[in-house]
């Protein structure tokens, strides 16, 4: 017998559960858009080398495009429309609109759930490739712009929104460390 | 895309029986490359085993005090893991050089080292290709080849091998294990690529069906006075045009122990083992690391639109070991 070729699922996107049946060949992000109607995730490339499909795997920034929907089955899903704590924006959020970090806000989404993601990343002590001395002895490296630009480097922007880009990160990475202090 | 089926496994056995040695079932990691793959007709499976949920994500020490790191390992976990950091920091950089933080976050180690070429004759199925189409033919050879193959390549295909981490875990002398119905086997890294040849379209040792179920690092201590250095055409976020993997211990000026490993120049991970012959001993300066780099890349053929590479690769052996050497030294 030919393996079934669709399946009944259960998704869990920014702590709701939606069930909806899928052929295997959907990916996370047509199952976000096209079925759960959450366009706020945009699509660029459709293949892994823009970042606009940004979104958060179990709290790990991931890309929808390759994700397939029958895979996240189980995994937690978090979208853009998802970071905002009610009316209240999350912090990137908020220094992206202080700053300008964008222009026609295409890639804006998934710049800003790849940012909350390096923020943490960073806390962790993640290294990243501009890294000096990636030994844990060395300590975490200072989030200079050189490793905004780095970590963020995922994440196109056709309009070259970078300058303002880097720089909101960078605020809201200072944020997040005085709240946490 | 063609129509598959979808099925997770949750332990080793299960899921090479689920796999079932079906030529037209692949296993699933991150799907990073393979559902890439699918999306242009590439890969064409029926069915797919999903292995991210397999108890394979844990660096552990190994028996001989090296380290152990399992398949589902993603890429970000193995960069960040203190351990690798510690004692293999060439492992760590080559991980961070390659493709994103989303990309990594979701890449496995055993879907890194399976990654196809970036051959873009490979990818597009309306061209013919010896990788993808045995017996069609080679537009590379007289086509679009500035980020192909310089050493071990054939006039059947020169397709490098994209991987970033594999160049570290050659210079490290990693092995592979896996698992197929038959029971658990290893090879060592050196020998799971296989030579192009003729036959462009095998490209490792893997029995038919194999799970991939770790890959592991011996102790070696001149390894933790290591580094990865790679060259690209943008700053970020694109793949190696060459790439060099070191490890060196100096003592009292020459060469006490090195490895050195290639990436972007070959079907798969260079180890160079004639360089390595030729730097130990000898001293450890920038003229015999010159000489060393030559005698490896002796064997370079280039083609009309990749020499540059023989000249990139020699600087960047020189560059590498330099900073190594003077490393040591303090
Ligand atoms: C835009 C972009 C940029 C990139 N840049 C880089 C770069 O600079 N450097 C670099 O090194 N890489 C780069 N990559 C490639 C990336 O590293 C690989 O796609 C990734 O490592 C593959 O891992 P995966 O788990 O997603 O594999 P998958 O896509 O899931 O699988 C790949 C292959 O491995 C097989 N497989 C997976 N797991 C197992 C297992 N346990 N046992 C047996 N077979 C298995 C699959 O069947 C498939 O054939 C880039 C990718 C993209 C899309
Ligand atoms: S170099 Fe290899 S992968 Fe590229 S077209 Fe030739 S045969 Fe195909
Ligand atoms: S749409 Fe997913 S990376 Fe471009
Ligand atoms: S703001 Fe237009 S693409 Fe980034």
Redesign the pocket.
């Known amino acids: 017998m030919p393996p079934s070729t669709s399946s009944d699922l259960t998704l869990s996107v920014n702590g709701e559960k939606y069930t909806l049946t899928v052929d295997h060949r959907t990916t996370l992000l047509d199952a976000l858009r096209e079925r759960l109607e959450m366009t706020g995730t945009k699509k660029g490339c459709d293949q892994g080398q823009c970042g606009a499909c940004t979104i958060l795997l179990d709290g790990r920034r991931s890309l929808a495009c390759l994700q397939l929907a029958v895979a996240a089955e189980g995994r937690e899903v978090t979208t853009i429309e998802g970071v905002a704590e009610g009316e209240r924006l999350h912090p990137v959020q908020q220094a992206f609109l202080d700053l300008d970090g964008f222009q026609c806000g295409y890639c804006t989404p998934g710049q800003i759930c790849s940012a909350i993601a390096v923020i943490e990343e960073h806390a962790a002590g993640w290294p990243s490739a501009v890294t000096g001395d990636v030994r844990p002895e060395a300590g975490p490296p200072p989030l200079t712009p050189e490793e905004i630009r780095e970590r963020m480097s995922g994440n196109l922007c056709r309009c070259g929104a970078y300058v303002s880009i880097v720089q909101a990160v960078a605020r809201a990475a200072e944020e997040t460390k005085g709240a946490a202090a | 895309m063609r129509e598959f089926g979808y099925q997770r496994a949750y332990d080793v056995s299960g899921a090479v029986a689920l796999l079932d040695g079906d030529g037209e079932a692949r296993f699933l990691g991150g799907g990073t490359n393979l559902v890439d793959l699918m999306k242009t007709g590439v890969e064409r499976p029926a069915r797919l085993v999903d292995v991210r949920e397999l108890p394979l994500n844990r660096v552990e020490p190994a028996e001989d005090g090296g380290l152990r790191i399992g398949a589902t390992v993603t890429n970000s976990d193995l960069a960040a893991h203190p351990e690798v950091r510690r004692r293999y920091p060439a492992l760590a950089q080559a991980v961070l050089a390659g493709a994103s933080g989303q990309l990594r976050n979701m890449a496995t180690v055993g879907g890194n080292l399976l990654q196809r ?1 970036r ?4 990818a597009d199925v309306t ?6 189409d045995p017996g ?6 007289t ?1 679009e ?1 500035h980020n ?2 310089v050493l071990g ?1 054939s006039g ?4 490098t091998h994209p991987s970033d981490m594999g160049v570290a875990l050659a210079a490290l002398d990693a092995s592979v294990s896996y698992e197929t119905a038959a029971g658990a086997g290893e090879l060592p890294l050196a020998d799971f690529y296989l030579p ?1 040849g003729e036959t ?1 379209h095998l490209e490792t040792a893997l029995p038919p069906g194999a799970l991939i179920t770790g890959v592991t690092l011996p102790a070696n201590d001149t390894a933790a006075n290591s580094r990865y250095r790679k060259v690209r055409e943008r700053a970020s976020y694109a793949f190696a045009i060459g790439s060099v993997a070191a490890a060196l211990d100096v003592r009292d000026g020459h060469v006490h122990d090195v490895r050195l490993a290639f990436g972007a120049v070959a ?1 798969r991970p260079w180890r160079a083992r004639t360089a390595e012959s030729a730097l130990t001993g000898g001293p450890a300066d920038a003229e015999h690391f010159a000489a060393a780099a030559d005698a490896e890349l002796a064997a370079a053929r280039p083609l009309p639109h990749n020499g540059y590479k023989v000249t990139l690769m020699r600087n960047l052996v020189v560059a590498v070991l330099s900073e190594l050497a003077e490393e040591t030294a303090r």
Do not use: E, L, M, W
Request: one cysteine or more.
């Open positions: 070429t051959c873009g004759y490979f061209s013919p290709c010896n990788k993808r069609s033919g080679c537009p590379a050879i086509g080849h192909h193959a390549a059947h295909c020169v397709a192009v462009p079907s």
